[in-house]
């Protein structure tokens, strides 16, 4: 690693883990927290959650998994890149999707709606309580006993009567205050994978045409650059060329405005950064194209008929899993029975749902509805 930026999250400065424990003989104490997620079950499960397509209508297509890769590839060389702590960068994009039920906003949607009377349902608290609490590995604990700065950077954001109930975890919802810049790179690290990686399973499915991409600026500019280096490239060429350009202008945009704005604000230590405004950032010309990017995947791409169809059936799916077990908890396997019985029924129905992977969803639904299934 190179030299850390002293405003940088360290071993040293970071503020540890809930359980104490022996420091690691040849890891530093983020490389450790990266290795417990990539060694989770809900990390596994990640492969066979949707991103936008579901799993099972292409092999091609983003996963939860691979988007999540991605993001941490992104997170890891902006991090490196202004001398930040580029281990939890990485911990932080490695977890930050944990939490998400089946099929995608469509899933964490519709599993919100059944828990609204409940206190509701909200993926990234999920990600926290799976690596605080439901991750069940160790003898000495529950979860993961993650650094303190890995979780707050999983909790990306948080209503005010949550974060009261979160402790210090909660505490910079309510006192206004910035997490790690690390976990700021995490914030639109995310960004630049799914909005670059939409535009591509998005043309690869026909869901979304090139003569539509062509109107977005940004889209057209990296393109013709494209076609200018490389003239006559075939098809599918042409398109990746064209988005690791769009890539590359967003992360250059982003560690040139993130480097000015640190050198203004100048932070001496990490105390710093948490009192500073956000630090890491596109410039306003590139957060105007981005979100005409995002208005226009959702547009054309999320809105479209055929990923609302999926939608549709997802939401139905999960509300008559939701309905059959909270009518009879005796129907859950064993282990969330056990969950009810000690806590409520409906969080531990909400977990268990929230932890299935799309065709797992499929297959129990079919379990419980359809006769002549076992
Ligand atoms: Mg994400």
């Known amino acids: 690693m190179s030299e850390l930026a002293p405003y940088a999250v360290d071993d ?21 927290d990266r290795d417990r997620i990539v060694h989770s079950t809900a990390f596994r499960r990640l492969e066979y959650k949707t991103q936008v397509f579901v799993n099972h209508e292409g092999d091609l297509f983003r996963t939860r998994l691979t988007h999540s890769i991605e993001v941490a590839q992104i997170a890891r060389s902006i991090a490196r890149a202004l001398h930040l702590n580029d281990d939890l960068a990485e911990a932080i ?12 906003h469509a899933g964490q949607d519709a599993l919100n709606e059944c828990m609204q009377v409940h206190g509701g349902f909200e993926h990234n608290l999920q990600s926290l309580r799976i690596v605080d609490r439901l991750e069940e590995r160790y003898g000495a604990f529950d979860g993961l006993n993650l650094m303190f700065e890995t979780r707050e950077g999983i909790l990306k954001h948080c209503a005010p009567a949550r974060a009261r109930e979160l402790g210090e975890l909660g505490k910079r919802f309510l006192d206004d205050r910035r997490p790690s810049l690390e976990a700021q790179i995490c914030n639109l690290a995310d960004e630049i994978a799914y909005n670059n990686h939409d535009v591509d399973d998005g043309l690869r499915s026909g869901l979304l045409t090139l003569e539509q991409l062509e109107q977005l600026s940004l889209f057209a500019r990296h393109a013709a650059a494209a076609d200018e280096e490389f003239p006559h490239m075939p098809g599918r060429r042409r398109v990746h060329e064209t988005i690791r350009r769009m890539i590359d202008a967003q992360v ?88 009810a019985a000690t806590g409520s029924v409906v969080r531990a129905t909400a977990d268990y749902i929230a932890g299935m992977t799309d065709r797992y969803s499929v297959k129990e639904h079919r379990r419980l509805f359809s006769v002549g299934e076992l």
């Open 252 to 339: 250059t945009d982003l560690l040139a405005e993130s480097a000015r704005r640190i050198a203004v604000a100048a932070p001496g230590t990490l105390a710093d950064v948490h009192a500073a405004p956000p630090l890491i950032a596109f410039t306003d010309a590139m957060l105007t194209e981005n979100r005409a990017l995002k208005g226009f995947l959702r547009q054309h791409l999320y809105q479209h008929y055929q990923v609302l169809r999926m939608t549709t059936k997802a939401r139905r799916i999960i509300h008559d899993l939701f309905g059959a077990f909270v009518d009879d908890p005796r129907l859950l396997p064993p282990q969330y029975q056990e969950m």
């Open 93 to 104: 994009a490695l977890a930050h999707d944990l939490g998400h039920t089946p099929f995608g």
């Open 12 to 32: 040293g400065n970071s503020r540890g883990r809930a359980f104490i424990e022996p420091r690691p003989k040849e890891r530093s104490e983020f490389q450790r």
